[in-house]
T-cell receptor, first 113, second 114 residues
Framework: NAGVTQTPKFRVLKTGQSMTLLCAQD?????MYWYRQDPGMGLRLIHY???????AKGEVPDGYNVSRLKKQNFLLGLESAAPSQTSVYFCASSPGQGSQPQHFGDGTRLSIL | AQSVTQLGSHVSVSEGALVLLRCNYS??????LFWYVQYPNQGLQLLLKYTSAATLVKGINGFEAEFKKSETSFHLTKPSAHMSDAAEYFC????????????FGTGTRLTIIP
């Protein structure tokens, strides 16, 4: 049972480059989330989705775009990477019902030079 | 609106000693509360959750937490620390209705002294 899988695990980009982070879940969860984790700041929500074809902004959405074309996949895009986007990115999913917890992937460590 | 405050970004305890990690929350509606643990280079794993069924919640690895509405607290405890407990711990809050988002605290890094 894979749970939540994130690819890639590591990536180094140059300023201005673009890339897409992929999140896949095999638990048939409705809700999916993208967070970034920075030292001393906990996890901050970038974007989330409450179902296939839907997306919504979180706390820190600027500079990122997302898509949820298939229920099991949630993509996070950086159109023009900036050094401030150097971070560890986590994807999570949940059934979205009441007290059900979110399940997390192992993260993508992204460095922007 | 909801928020979480974790007091103490770093906590050190001796092996075998009591572990106490503090979490205070703010929520305009009855909350669901969660504690997650993160080991180095890994994602977050659920330790335990409060869903209003019982104020004392038991989780994995011997951890438990008590919901105190009057103090708006949900502190995490473990009677006897083990070396394997060294990790970062996050408290999170979610409104019990009308909000599908979790709000996380800034985390507490727990170090165990041999």
């Amino acid at each position: 049972n894979a749970g939540v899988t994130q690819t890639p695990k590591f990536r180094v980009l140059k300023t201005g480059q673009s890339m897409t982070l992929l999140c896949a879940q095999d638990m048939n969860h409705e809700y999916m989330y993208w967070y970034r984790q920075d030292p001393g700041m906990g996890l901050r929500l970038i974007h989330y989705s409450v179902g296939e074809g839907t997306t919504a902004k979180g706390e820190v959405p600027d500079g990122y775009n997302v898509s949820r074309l298939k229920k099991q996949n949630f993509l996070l895009g950086l159109e023009s990477a900036a050094p401030s986007q150097t971070s560890v990115y986590f994807c999570a999913s949940s059934p979205g019902q009441g007290s059900q917890p979110q399940h997390f992937g192992d993260g993508t460590r992204l460095s922007i030079l | 609106a909801q928020s979480v405050t974790q007091l103490g970004s770093h906590v050190s305890v001796s092996e075998g000693a009591l572990v106490l990690l503090r979490c205070n929350y703010s929520s305009s509606v009855p909350p669901y509360l969660f504690w997650y643990v993160q080991y180095p280079n890994q994602g977050l794993q659920l330790l335990l959750k409060y869903t209003s069924a019982a104020t004392l919640v038991k989780g994995i690895n011997g951890f438990e937490a008590e919901f105190k509405k009057s103090e708006t607290s949900f502190h995490l405890t473990k009677p006897s620390a083990h070396m394997s407990d060294a990790a970062e711990y996050f408290c999170a809050v979610r409104a019990s209705f009308g909000n599908e988002k979790l709000t996380f605290g800034t985390g507490t890094r727990l170090t165990i002294i041999p």
